[in-house]
């Protein structure tokens, strides 16, 4: 741990993927920056106490306190840096990469030279790429010398007292082999839990929204069988677990008030935006 000790995490965007991650940082022994443009936020925090209702962060905080600060010049002192904002979608379901843009802008206006820069936020293939790159190198930083840059989508659930920010698998890709080496080395070291390599950053921006474009399918499917069930007198519940008793090629999920959340119902639309755009 001597080594991680000397370096600095700047996590921006102090929500209910950045705050997780900072607290765990601290805890596995970084010294930790949380950058938020919410000062009231920044202000809870200061008090060591949890802007946000989770049993982790209400436990953890007063353990493992951090700077947090709105001012946006404390980035230059990090040597890793992370992007947990929001990925929303407009009034007519279009992507809205504008909070990505802006947390992207500000940590290329403060980067340390050689900073390690992870995209956290969800994306659709090609973002890092065709965004997140030229930001920085319109700041004058080279890809591979000045910055590194990589891509480990948030797989936060918020509530689940079983998976975590401390043992939930990740998968991480990068730009450059040097690049891919340090957030491995970087999740490896916070996460209790199976690291995957991706073989591109591109891989890695698709596996989150096909994850959740999954659930959501399957979660508007089982919701049509029990409408269609309700009607032909059928218990769509004793459906479902009678069909989960095949030990391969079921995932059960049940009927609910519907897809819900801030990734399930929008991510998709990222996948659709990104399949239009190539002329699918």
């Known amino acids: 741990m001597g080594t991680v000790q000397k370096k600095t995490v700047a996590v921006i965007g102090l929500g209910y993927v950045g705050l997780p991650l900072a607290v765990r940082a601290v805890e596995r022994g970084y010294t930790v920056i949380g950058f938020d443009t919410h000062a009231e936020k920044v202000e809870v925090l200061k008090k060591k106490k949890s802007p946000i209702e989770d ?3 209400i436990d953890n905080i007063p353990k493992f306190p951090f700077e947090a600060t ?37 940590s290329a206006e403060h980067l340390k030279k050689g900073a390690l820069v992870v995209l956290e936020s969800t994306v659709n293939p090609g973002v890092s790429e065709e965004v997140i790159r030229p930001i920085f190198e319109e700041h004058g930083h080279k ?6 840059i990589a891509h480990c989508p948030e797989r936060i659930n918020p509530g689940d007292e079983k998976w975590n920010v401390t043992n939930i698998p990740r998968v991480v890709g990068a730009f450059d082999a040097k690049g891919l080496k340090m957030a491995l080395e970087f999740y490896r070291a916070i996460v209790d839990g199976e690291i995957r390599p991706m073989k591109s950053i591109r891989e890695a921006e698709a596996v989150k929204v096909v994850e959740n474009s999954f659930r959501d399918i399957n979660i508007a499917f089982v919701n049509e069988l029990a409408r269609s069930f309700d009607v032909l007198g059928i218990d769509v519940k004793d459906v479902i677990q009678g069909a989960s008793t095949k030990p391969f090629s079921f995932m059960p999920h049940f009927p609910s008030c519907g897809v819900g959340g801030h990734c399930i119902p929008v991510d998709p639309y990222y996948l659709i935006e990104r399949a239009k755009q190539s002329g699918f």
Do not use: N, W
Not at 143 to 148: S, T
């Open 55 to 57: 049993q982790y962060l």
């Open 70 to 106: 709105t001012d946006a010049s404390r980035l230059a002192d990090a040597d890793i840096v992370l992007i947990c904002v929001p990925t929303p979608v407009d009034e007519m379901y279009y992507p809205d990469l504008e909070p990505v843009i802006s947390a992207a802008t500000v």
């Open 143 to 148: 890809l591979g010398k000045d910055v590194f």
